[in-house]
């Protein structure tokens, strides 16, 4: 395959191939020398360059200009410019000398379309891991490469083919199609997928989580400087992701991992990494953006957003058609289409379903349900928005900034207080007649978490009684809590910030499905009639901030209130079959904050090795203001 690396400015003239340049190379003495990659795979009639890094005695860096001599010209030669040749199949050894210095580099030569690849996840630009790594699949616009130190028993070159199949006739054309096409800084016109058993590695002996994937953006930094950009030696110089792979055997920390397993979802993580690799790529070097990094919390959103949008292209269906079971259910194709992409979205968002005063869709962390609110609120966020969604997702990955800033941005408004809306619709949605901005007109939510993959509508709700209840909320979030009002009774409701709130109440006058959205201010004291046959009532405190993170605490204090009617539902047969979505296991707890560990380590490095003038970068905020919270009031019966 072709790479094009910078070239090493030579001093001399070129020095004939497998010549050793001279005895000492660059005559600066150097206190260390860097060869990288090192151990090197090839494959018969491949090249690739070596890249020297160094440092004086003084401890500044350099780089280097190295001789370089193979002991055997028949299997390997080497240029004075350090690009090296596979012969042969075999085994030598590459001399590097400069400065003092001399550096031996492993040359494995196999088969032909074997190329080096560092796979430490765990390191940016030193202390790089090199695996070899066979050409399994190839396409138009991608190459699949699979690690040679993988577990047996994994995908056979036929199986790769039908991966590379999908990506290449729904992946690329979804993905490149509303986020715009990845640079191509290595000169191939292709991406690369590598199915590597450094995914399997990084979870953890008795884990209850995985890892599916990454993006490294070190990947994206030129190996040897270039104009804007720092040197980055452990980078692989080109546009590439990380995929887990088959471990019948469990090789890998204990953990099985069945073909049939990862095959299940190999598609729709490489649709959520190819995202991350468009994100990065247009923002560094086709966007000139403020900030060179999308947040982390909007940069995994978009990409659980392409894994529904290869939903929609494979099934057949498109946005705001208010999707069930029974749309879903239709045909196989439909089902597998959600099994393959849509199935781990609802996942994650039913984990932040479950406690949504703790999580939001932006905070500064990794989370599972973090993600799965992410996702929902931007399809929401689109859906209210109108116009075509490809401009709108474009629009996002294309930004000047990032965060809230991104989304107020392209939005044209606080973004904060569509996720109040958003929050409110979680509960009204398919439930309470509510006006349009308090549905998701996308999904029939609490009828697909009724399937017997997810088991139940699990959003958490409290029913208050009478005295004091008190909760603590994260900014971008709100808690869910429902009474009732006998016939021609007063229910009276004190909310406050602590403690509780004096005085008369003032009374609520709402139809069935009317919401009222209130500032909460020092307090709120509110009287609700129960009306000639009593009625029911939904309190939604949202948490207004552009703080990640920040909390708010709330006391509610009831008085003369009783239980509501059992909480809005669709309306549903007693005992109507539940149709399984069972074609792909709800079982994949991914990732476990990997990527926000891996991401800000990367960018806390790798921000600084990115040389250009931007204007400034701009703070992830909104136009909110320090912490309000709104009291959401909606009559539901």
Known sequence: MKRTLLALLLAAAVLPACSDGGPTGSSDPLSTLTISPNPLYLGVSD????????????????????????????????????????????????????????????????ATGIRTFNVNSQSNCDAPTYHGARLVASSAHALIYEDLTNPTGGFTDAEYQGIIGELENTVYPTDTQNFGTPTDNDGNGKFIVLYTRAVNDLTPVGASFLYGGFFHPRDMFPKTAQPGFDACLGSNAGEMFYM???????????????????????????????????????????NNADSSYEAVWLDEALAHVAEELNFYAASGLAPRQNLGQAEILANDTRRNAFNEFQLENFGRLDEYLQAPAQNAPYADD????????????LRYAADRRGGTDQAFWFALVNSKTSGLANLQTVLGTDPV??????????????????????????????????????GGFHLQVTTLGAGTTTNSIKAGSAAYYKFGVAAGQTADVRVAPSGTVAGACTPVSLAVGGVQQLTLGAGLALCFPGGAAGQDYAL??????????????????????????????????????????????????????????????????????????????????????????????????
């Not at 090789?251 to 993580?269: L, P």
């Not at 990794?366 to 609120?377: C, I, K, P, Q, V």
């Open 540 to 637: 939604i405190p949202f948490h207004a901030s552009n703080t990640l993170d920040a909390m708010f605490s709330i006391s509610i204090t009831a008085a003369n209130v009783v239980a509501p009617i059992p909480p809005p539902s669709p309306v549903r047969a007693a005992g109507a079959p539940l149709f399984s979505l069972d074609g792909h296991s709800l079982a994949h707890p991914w990732d476990g904050g990997m990527e926000l560990k891996m991401r800000t380590r990367a960018w806390a490095e790798l921000r600084h090795m990115v040389h250009r003038n931007t204007g400034g970068a701009r703070a992830d905020v909104s136009s909110v203001v320090g912490n309000i919270l709104y009291l959401n009031v909606v009559r539901i019966r």
């Open 366 to 377: 990794d989370e599972l349900a973090t993600r799965g609110a992410g996702w929902s609120f």
């Open 244 to 286: 887990l792979v088959p471990d019948p055997t469990g090789v890998s920390n204990g953990h099985v991992r069945t073909k049939a397993y990862v095959r299940g979802s190999t598609v729709g993580t490489i649709a959520h990494e190819f995202q991350h690799l468009i994100n990065t790529s247009r923002r560094l070097y086709v």
């Open 47 to 110: 090249t690739m360059r070596l890249t020297a890094s160094g440092t004086k005695a003084d401890g500044t860096a350099t780089a280097p200009t190295p001789s370089y001599k193979s002991a055997n010209t028949g299997v390997a030669t080497v240029g004075s410019d350090g690009v090296v040749r596979g012969v042969a199949q075999g085994t030598t050894q590459i001399t590097a000398k400069a400065g003092g210095q001399t550096v031996t580099v492993t040359v494995n030569i196999l």
């Open 417 to 454: 207080l569509w996720v109040r809306d958003w929050a409110v619709a979680n509960y009204t949605d398919d439930a309470v007649p509510v006006p349009a901005v308090y549905t998701h007109p996308s999904w029939k939510y609490r009828d697909m978490y009724l399937n017997a993959a997810f």
